[in-house]
């Protein structure tokens, strides 16, 4: 009991970090139906500029408002990275067959991930535990359950962000054409909804997310790498299309989900086989449910 | 007319005349990827036994020059890598560092007749597949993990003990070695388990760990993982002892787990840098600010074996210099006198215990 509480903690704190992330890419197929393969590596870059961030106000601020400081930056200048990627690598191909925008994002994952090993080193690089200690939620059998602060920062934050992302696409302007661009970019354009603008933002607000998850995996594990983006990608990509791709609470509830399933899986099966498990249990998913736990058909319109 | 052929002949043999005064070495290891820091031991000290060499007079009056590659411990780059050596022409390869990139790298040197010196991958596979060019100047991992497994059994009895493993061919090697010697010494393997290098999350891990107990960790693998994991222990208040192997011998694990891995033990070979032979070496190693423990002294012996071989056998030709390593040693070098037996592992490779305290590691006990 005691265990499999602890295991819930785990899987929960991973889970909202791969759901942050799943967002962005939900978002961006929404809106213009492409994978963008590149979104794991702007949660890198985001990670890195908190890194950067962390390191230059450590002993100049206090902790707390050095780790304020690199959410945002992170959060700014990954958004301007979201809005120069879709300029340069997507938008030009708008108008191209299907595939041309997404072998382009893989190009400009590759890129991004060379760019950083350039630039910061191809070594892993580490920060100290910031927010160190924790409380014993439970003991049983002399097993303590531990809940570090770590974990529930990052589960507030989350929920923060989500709650302040959810406001912004039900109920601003901005939002209201999202869905709208979303449903049928023609239709909108024919409108008066600028879809261009529309679309980068959806770009900014997806890279914002991602450096914010960034920025939380650099402070929970202390240790990054300029590949971490491939990794952390795939997995918050399967979330996606496990929730059930295009859906916003999908995209939480499919992170969640696959965080909670590495959890259980190492914490009762074998180790070695947990991405196995996380990918059998999408591709059953799939078998039964095609588009995802909470997705929509798509209605063929004739 | 006539006297512009004449120039160019001229020239022409005088550029041959330099290339002829080359002799071309590969120096592969990963120098990118989670395995860095060890790529950057192996150049360090094959560039300066280069340099040293070529000071000297260099080898049979060729100057030596390093071609340096990158296989980030991949398998599929290593051979890749492998094969930028060949082409441009080497005959005696430093490296790899990791066993799963020497294994398959060695194939491609053996077919086109170049020397492979490991100075640090210890799977036994290496030099078990009876190819006249592969040699190590480190130890093997039965020898390795049976000094580990040797280490638990007599100075934790009573622990619980658990066996990790990275799944890479050599973290996995170790690992198997460990758990088989720890078998035989009588001691029960309470939880073993491989997990996936390179993976960030090992909160599930650490928790069935602590669940069950465990008072003992044995790891097989790099540091990266290693530090991560004992870090995210740490946070878990699971505090074991960690037993390792000379993939954490380096100041880099440190950075990443930090006073997590206070008293972790690990096997490597007895000190080289505190020898004799590396003084003069080392005392260079320090006026260039670099650290010369880890891997750094094996590979300039690497380079520096090879070159004497090659004066006693008068050429550099790899196959001739591979019989003149098998029967003309012992060799000296700065790790000590080097022998290499029929199979091109070094004979009697010892291995003492380290402990790391407060950010830096040091000799703990030089038997188990």
Known sequence: MAYALQLLINGVTLGMIYGLIAVGYTMVYGIIGMINFAHGDVFMIGAFIGLIVLTALTGITSIPLAIAAAFIVAAVLSGVYGFSIERVAYRPLRGSFRLAPLISAIGMSIVLENYVQVTQGALDRAIPPL??????????HGFVVQLSFMQVAIVVVTLAVLAVFTWIVTKTPLGRAMRAVEQDAKMAALLGIDTNTTISLTFVTGAALAAVAGVMFLLYYGVIGFYIGFNAGIKAFTAAVLGGIGSLPGAVLGGLLIGLIEAFWSGYGPLAYKDAAVYSILAIVLMFLPSGLLGRHEVEKV | MHKLLLGTAAVLAMSAGAAQAQVKIGVAG??????AAFGVQLKTGADL????????????????KAFIVDDACDPKQAVTAANALVSDGVV????????????????VYTENGILEISPSSTNPAYTDHGSAYTFRVCGRDDQQGAVGAEYIAKH????????LDDNSTYGKGIADQVRLNLKKLGVTVTYNASYTAGDKDYSALVSRMKAQGIGVVYMGGYYSDMGLIMREGAAAGFHPQYVSEDGAMTSSLWQISGPAAEGMLMTFPPPAEKDAAA?????????LHEDPSGYVL???????IWAEAAKKA????PAKVAAELKKGGPWQSVLGPVSFDSKGDVVNAAYAIYKWHNGQYAVYALKP
């Open chain 1, 131 to 140: 927010l160190p200690g924790g409380v014993a939620v439970m003991r049983q």
């Open chain 2, 30 to 35: 990963p120098l990118t990827g989670p395995n």
């Open chain 2, 49 to 64: 036994a280069v340099s040293d060499i070529n000071k000297a007079g260099g080898v049979l009056g060729q100057q030596i």
């Open chain 2, 92 to 107: 005696m390869v430093d490296g790899h560092f990791c066993s799963a990139s020497t294994i398959p790298a060695s194939k």
């Open chain 2, 156 to 163: 934790f009895k009573g622990d619980k003990v658990a066996v």
């Open chain 2, 279 to 287: 003084a003069k070496v080392v005392a260079e190693l320090n006026a």
């Open chain 2, 298 to 304: 094996y590979s300039y012996a690497t380079v520096q």
């Open chain 2, 314 to 317: 008068g050429t550099t030709n």
